[in-house]
C-alpha cells in the first residue's frame, strides 16, 4: 500500500511527522496520505487531557509554527504560581519554573500567575476555589518529572483560645488571630506556632525532698500560670510547661531544704511565698505570668508519721488534763463561794436541801411515808 487512512475522532489530534520532523496536525475527519517511501509517523493525542504531555513538548513546540496553532504555552518564572482556569472554572496550581503546554480546542483556557515572593498569603475567596476544585494537595499539583510534587499552600488553623505566631524560612512575619489562614509555601518554610493564652495548672507531684533536719518528705505543688507575650515565650524557650515544671521544682527543693520540718508545718505558707518569690521573675523574663503557687500536700515516712503522731496525741492529753484541772479548781471555787453565802443565809440552806431531796425524789420509784411529810423532811433533814 502507498497511502495511510487515518480517522480522527472529535477529541483526537494526530501529529504527523515525516522523516521525525513535524510537519502537520490533523483535526477531526478522514485523512488520507500517501506515504510510498514510508516516510510518516503518526502520533495521537486526546485533547480531554488538557495537556500537550510530548516528552519533546518544548522542542516542538519551539520549532513548529504548525503546532502552535494548536497548543498554547506558558512558561512561569521561579517565584510564579499558575491558576489554571478551563472554562471559568479552576483546574490545578501550577509549580513555579514550570513550562505548560496545553490543548487550545480542549476549553475557554486562561493561566493567571501570581508573584508568591510579594506576597504568600492567600485571600479567604481563592482558597475557597481551590478547596472546592480539591486543588491543594501534592498529587494534583501541575508539575513537570523535575519538579517535586509538594502541597502549594500551608493551610493553617488557629482556635479561638490561641494566639498563633507565623515564620517563614525561619523569620518571625506576624501574630495570626484565631481563625483560618493560607499561605504560599512554594520555595518557602511556612511554619505556625500556637500557644494557648489561658490560664493552665501545673501539678509538680511527688517530689522527694530533704529538709534541713534530714527529714524527707513528698510534697506535691499546684500553680497556675498564663503566657503574656508570645513572641518572647517563643524566642526562649521550646516547651513552656516543660520549662515552668522545673523551675518550679528546682525552687520547691530550695525553699524546704532550708527549713526544719518544725518550721515548715509552723508556717504553713512560707513554702508557698518562698516558691513564688524565686519563680515569679525567671517566668516572667519568658513572657509567663506565675497566677497563684500552692503546696496541695505534705506526706511524711511512715516512722516518722508515728512519732509525729505520738507527739500530738502526748500534747493533747496534756492540753486535756490542764483543761480538767482547771475545770475542777473552777468548781471547787463555786462550791465554797455556794457554802459561804447559804452560812450565813439558813432560808437558801433550807432551799438546797430541798433541791437536793428533789433530786434524789427523782431516782426512787416507789416512796412509803410514816409520819406524814412533816416527819419525812424532820428525819431527813435536821432544821435547826
Not at 509517523?41 to 519533546?56: A, C, G, K, P, Q
Not at 510564579?80 to 479552576?90: E, I, P, T
Not at 499552600?153 to 488557629?158: E, F, S
Not at 524546704?256 to 520540718?261: A, E, I, S
Request: charged share 30%; hydrophobic share 40%.
Amino acid at each position: 500500500m502507498f497511502s495511510v487512512t487515518k480517522l480522527v475522532t472529535e477529541n483526537q489530534r494526530v501529529l504527523v511527522f515525516k522523516n521525525q520532523v513535524l510537519t502537520d496536525v490533523l483535526m477531526p475527519g478522514k485523512h488520507k496520505i500517501w506515504d510510498i517511501k514510508k516516510e510518516y509517523d503518526f502520533v495521537t493525542f486526546d485533547i480531554n487531557e488538557l495537556y500537550f504531555s510530548e516528552r519533546n513538548a518544548e522542542r516542538l513546540y519551539r520549532n513548529s509554527e504548525v503546532l502552535k496553532a494548536h497548543v498554547s504555552h506558558w512558561k512561569l518564572e521561579s517565584n510564579q504560581v499558575g491558576l489554571l482556569y478551563v472554562n471559568d472554572l479552576l483546574r490545578g496550581i501550577v509549580a513555579p519554573s514550570e513550562h505548560v503546554y496545553l490543548w487550545k480546542d480542549a476549553g475557554d483556557i486562561r493561566l493567571d500567575t501570581l508573584v508568591v515572593d510579594e506576597d504568600l498569603e492567600v485571600d479567604e475567596q481563592l482558597m475557597f476555589l481551590i478547596n472546592r476544585a480539591g486543588a491543594n494537595s501534592a498529587s494534583r499539583l501541575i508539575r513537570s518529572e523535575r519538579t517535586v510534587a509538594a502541597k502549594p499552600i500551608a493551610d493553617l488553623m488557629v482556635t479561638k483560645d490561641q494566639e498563633g505566631l507565623l515564620y517563614v524560612d525561619g523569620k518571625f512575619i506576624k501574630r495570626l488571630s484565631p481563625g483560618r489562614h493560607a499561605y504560599w509555601q512554594f520555595n518557602h518554610d511556612v511554619e505556625l506556632k500556637t500557644f494557648d493564652c489561658r490560664a493552665k495548672m501545673l501539678e509538680v507531684s511527688g517530689q522527694e525532698i530533704l529538709s534541713k533536719d534530714r527529714v524527707s518528705l513528698r510534697i506535691n505543688l499546684s500553680a497556675s500560670i498564663k503566657i503574656d507575650d508570645t513572641e518572647l515565650v517563643a524566642q526562649s524557650v521550646d516547651k513552656v510547661d516543660d520549662y515552668a515544671y522545673k523551675i518550679l521544682q528546682l525552687a520547691l527543693r530550695e525553699a524546704v531544704g532550708t527549713k526544719t520540718l518544725d518550721d515548715i508545718l509552723l508556717d504553713k505558707l512560707y513554702v508557698n511565698e518562698t516558691v513564688k518569690e524565686l519563680v515569679v521573675q525567671q517566668l516572667k523574663a519568658i513572657g509567663v505570668s506565675l497566677l497563684n503557687v500552692g503546696v496541695k500536700d505534705i506526706i511524711l515516712p511512715g516512722e516518722m508519721k508515728a512519732i509525729l503522731n505520738q507527739v500530738v496525741e502526748a500534747q493533747k492529753a496534756a492540753e486535756a488534763n490542764v483543761i480538767k484541772r482547771r475545770e475542777e479548781t473552777s468548781a471547787t471555787r463555786s462550791l465554797h463561794n455556794t457554802a459561804k453565802v447559804m452560812e450565813n443565809n439558813p432560808t437558801l440552806m433550807r432551799l438546797k436541801e430541798l433541791e437536793a431531796l428533789e433530786k434524789i425524789a427523782d431516782r426512787i420509784d416507789s416512796l412509803t411515808v410514816y409520819g406524814g411529810l412533816e416527819g419525812l423532811t424532820n428525819s431527813l433533814v435536821k432544821i435547826a
